[in-house]
């Protein structure tokens, strides 16, 4: 080992790190051309050192305490792939301690330990990266932070969770239930065993504060982001979307205005043939407006070990560098020195358009009823589907308004979910025609 | 002013220029938060300095030649924007000469002596920035520099040239010629008096032989990449386009495999229903391929003065964090300390799909004939289509082919257009499938 070579500690060999020394090992010659020195790999701690991962690990010191790693003076920089915000938290504060740089990936712990994290890491006078914490290999948040810089950042953005596109793109394709969507995601490795996280829009919502704080330079937590997921999303809203030319995407959005800033994840509708439209399967995107910029978008894998491997080395290269070059310090995590205090507008206060679809049995005058109750509370009609007709049983009353007030529109469901020709609870989906 | 902050020169007063000094003026602020000092603009040279550019420019230097920026003591970062390859090339090494750090957006100037103008800052131990070169706001070069610095790159293309795309758009959109677009391109702002290094593909080719160099660390010069423009794209090839499921764009397209790379910029028909195919009007976007990484896209406003200032700012950011902190020689302008020497793969031996539009006189036995001649040289045929029929007139006769040698079909080409039922040149158009 060269004098100048860097060494690797990683904790967590699941997929993700089993990904890290598979591409360590099969473009260690390429990076090394580029760094003008080696990465070395040459610690790695997991609490399960038994199963097989079909990587070759010889040369590399196994332990199952992470603090073999994070204490080990022959390591310079620290990988966390352990996930989830317990262990993930005690391991990265203390490569932080340690005074070593730290790559991680995990979104949960930075957006709801974000601050501390980051403070620890100034205070001590070392770095952390975190790429592939959103939108898997895709360099968004390197975007955000240098590309972008000389902007002031309106809005963001994003499809940032591929189980729910992939689940939601079957659906469109197949014109299959959500459930069944779910069990093919399971079975061709796009969804965990427990999905939990993804399809509720937990794990959106915490991409989104890690981008807000890039975007905006505020904090937001994950429990200021109102968040829904795809779980009551039905082939027939898909198909009443599609109508309307709108695709149904889980978007995670946040904007900045007027020094407030909003902050939302769940099931919208967006014109079927934008390009954010265009994105299917398991792929992300995530699409930022700045002032001057413009609108610019991302996209690529959201996940995959390979994938996501790339943006975790890439981090190691960019902390390696600064190692080596005394360029500590150069970016802060979130692109400012300082996150400044923000508030956060109500979910109730939003505005915008929506589709709604009732539930209804098709009595005269009911369509009166329904729209009576919108226009009472001020909400107009843009346009009204009603397809099919049955004398016994309930049909579908799809309706989109124009601009309308979040609160407002709960109120006119409320009232419309009581009416006597209703027979299930009404579907609400926001409309986002700009993007 | 403050002891720490960064003073910029600009050579160049032209539409990005203006854009700068105005982000400047009201970005200020924002800037200097993140930085944690101020950028000052203290001194610009123009050769024009009685046009009236609407922003205000008082406190700063004006002179009418070069020399004033870069051999100003007091200027710490100098940002050229004069393009073209004469002045340029002296303003940008004269900076460099005098050792300071440089931001450009000259992409006909790195693409033709950037191997020089690297090398002399090397040597100078200063440092170049070049994002607004490529893709105008988009932050593509940052993307293939840090972004994916541990992938290696299988391929990049893209639609770098808003010009070209705008033309091809209203086309495609309202039916009409190319010279008709041209001319609402020229008076909607989005075509240069004199078009022709655009719409000739000129512009596309420095841009692709920048992002050769990021992509695969080798030198590929603009005269080594096949170019073809779209002056010879017809509403008629856009309706068959159309037919196939494919739009046009005019595409810079880089592969690289075994060893080889190619570099060709021309006309291509896409599915439509691609990401790239959904990017109209005066966007840009670039799909990178990684062998970890998979497919990656990046997309905006590839031209105009507010879009690529913000690339020019945050260029001189980074440049100017490098002086603060020390960071000089971070990252090789090109991600890489030294290019390798590449052979580039003849654009005769290069193989694909093609559409082919022969116009003929409707007699007997001219489809076998046309078919005869591909099928000589081992060209099968994907699918025919023969529209419209006429005793007196020729008719088109359009076909798309397998996978086929482009030596073999031009040679094809030859036969069919000296045949006595061919009445005019057969349009030519390669098939990208897989994008």
Known sequence: MAESDVRLGLVGLGTIGTGV?????????????????????????????VRDRSVPLEGIELSTAWQDVTGDTGVDVVIELVGGRGVARSIVLGAIEAGKPLVTANKALLAHHGREVFRAAEERGTEIAFEASVGGTIPVLRALREGLCADRIESVWGIVNGTCNFILTEMEEGGEPYEACLKRAQDQGYAEPDPTFDVDGTDSAHKLAILVGLAFGVEVGPEAIHTEGIERITPVDIEYARRFGFRVKLLAIAKSQDGAVEAHVHPTMIPGESVLGRVTGSMNAVEIRGRMSGPTLYYGAGAGALPTASAVVADVMELARSLRTGATGRVPPLGTPRLRPVSVRRVEDLEGHYYVRVTALDRPGVLSRITGALGARGISIESVLQLGRSVSQAVPVVLTTHVAKDEALRAALREIDSLGDVTGPTQLIRIEREI
Not at 25 to 41: D, K, M, Q, T, V
């Open 21 to 49: 020394v598979q591409l360590l090992r099969e473009h260690g010659e390429s990076i090394a051309e580029r760094l003008g020195f080696a990465l070395r790999l040459v610690r790695i701690a997991d609490i399960d050192l």
